[in-house]
């Protein structure tokens, strides 16, 4: 009992200074699952040490995914998302075909099997919803044109998670027959092709239950859950993994007459889970796998944040949106997602990907998430000052950090004439110390040349009296 109320303390530690950090970067304008991550490293079993086990608070990490994909698939604006599908889908189907190639390359050099580069490909394909939403808001774009692609391929990557996750258990040593999973992807797609086409349709849904629930907001949240758990747990048990059911359930929620009541009492629950998630990831890190392996980490993290970056303002510019739309939505997409959280801890439990490729997968998605934000915003800076008119990299850097650069100009020019002043305090003192020493070899002369003088006039009287 000692020893459980000791990991309480611990755990409850832990929680408290990663929401105190959470609320510092908030302050800062920084989203707060940077600070969640931070926190989680470094309490962590390869930080701090203030935690050691982390097997109960991955399973709530995991539940808070299944949440998010449930309030995704609640919030969902059908007609909106068929508006961009086609765009949507082609960013989507892209990021995908780029990550494969990135990741095979890695591969190649490194000599991963064909099972680890694909669930890797899997992972660095998917975007963060949670930070993509955040920066948005941030930049005022959520509810403009920017906001709807941004979203609309979100959608689209997390319709393409479920026949993800079915390829990524079948590529196991236990992994089912190739014909089982394919007719496991095709008709998982075939009901989210179906759904969307239902209840997409003029008319909302009126559930059995909306009575009893529909002015209680107590009821209204346990319902949620209930529906949201079950649905997870019938998908899982029928092989189509539990993040699809959660999906499925919340697209049915969308179009009913609940909407609005159920995404106000369940978003509360979503946020704690979250928080939960994104502190898991921090605690999971290994830092001295990071610290061991900081080379190929980097270069993977780089890669991936900037081939992403590139390839999504390219393939939005390609649909027809203008560059004001195509940046910061690319921007936006940069990082590695939270659903490839579950990819990289499906791909570890069915054996596709090897414990050294689990912690690259975690090094990439936590990295990914920490620099992203700040790369956001110096990017998204110099577009802007692009877009007015900077024609070199001199002049968009002087516009875009204005008073840091005067700050720097004004401190290199302090450092300018004290260094002057030194120099020349230094130039006289090598003077002074260059006439001192010639004043002392001119004395040391001339005591010698006496010294000499006095010595023959001496041998000349030695002579003469001899």
């Known amino acids: 009992m000692e020893g459980h109320g000791s990991e309480l303390t611990e755990t409850a530690l832990v929680v408290s200074l990663a929401v105190m950090l959470g609320f510092l970067f908030t302050r800062m304008r920084l989203p707060a699952i940077i600070a969640y991550i931070i926190a989680g490293a470094v309490l962590g079993p390869t930080g701090l040490r203030f935690i050691s086990k982390t097997s109960e608070i991955q399973s709530l990490a995991e539940m808070g995914v299944l949440m998010l994909l449930f309030l995704i698939g609640m919030e969902l604006s059908i007609k909106a998302f068929i508006n961009v599908l086609r765009p949507a889908a082609f960013v989507a189907l892209g990021q995908l075909t780029a990550a494969l190639a990135t990741t095979a390359l890695f591969g190649y050099f490194l000599e991963w099997p064909f099972s680890q580069v694909l669930v890797l490909a899997f992972i660095v394909a998917m975007s963060s919803t949670a930070v993509a939403i955040k920066v948005l808001d941030e930049m005022g774009e959520l509810r403009t044109h920017t906001g709807r692609i941004t979203i609309g391929v ?4 997390d319709i393409a998670v479920v026949p993800m ?28 092709g179906f759904l969307l086409f239902w209840l997409g349709k003029p008319g909302k ?8 629930v529909e002015d209680r907001p107590d009821m209204m949240a346990l319902a949620m859950m209930a529906l949201c758990f079950t649905a997870a747990a019938v998908s899982g048990l029928a092989g189509l993994s539990a993040a699809y059911g959660a999906f499925v359930a919340g697209l049915v929620i969308a179009s009913s007459t609940i909407r609005s009541n159920a995404i106000a009492v369940t978003h509360p629950i979503q946020s704690v889970l979250l928080f939960i998630f994104f502190l898991s990831v921090g605690l999971l890190l290994d830092l001295e796998f990071i610290a061991q392996n900081w080379q190929v980490v980097g270069l993977y993290v780089a890669g991936v944040i900037l081939v992403k970056t590139i390839l999504n303002v390219s393939l939005i510019r390609w649909n027809g949106f203008s560059w004001d739309v195509a940046v910061p939505a690319g921007l936006s997409m940069a990082q590695v997602g939270e659903f490839s959280f579950i990819l990289a801890a499906v791909g ?20 990914s998430l920490l620099i992203s934000p700040i790369w956001i915003a110096v990017a998204n800076r110099f577009h802007q000052t692009a877009q007015r008119g900077a024609t070199d990299f001199r002049q ?40 001192l020493s010639k004043l002392q070899r001119t004395e040391t002369a001339a005591r010698l040349a006496t010294a000499g003088g006095l010595s023959k006039k001496s041998n000349k009287k030695k002579r003469k009296k001899s």
Do not use: C, H
């Not at 700050?407 to 290199?412: E, K, P, V």
């Open 348 to 367: 570890l439990r069915y054996r596709a990907l090897e414990l050294d490729s689990y912690r690259l997968a975690l090094s990439v998605i936590a990295m």
């Open 205 to 212: 849904l009126r559930l059995p239950f909306s009575d009893l």
């Open 154 to 157: 979100m959608i689209a990557q």
């Open 396 to 435: 968009a850097l002087l516009e875009v950090y204005p008073n840091e650069i005067a700050g720097i100009n004004s401190r290199a020019y302090r450092a300018k004439i004290l260094t002057k002043v030194a120099l020349r305090t230094v130039r006289k003192r090598i003077a002074r110390k260059k006439a």
């Open 165 to 192: 996750l079915i390829i990524t258990q079948s590529l196991g040593g236990e992994g089912a027959a190739p014909w089982l999973v394919v007719a496991k992807v095709l008709f998982a797609i075939g009901l989210l």
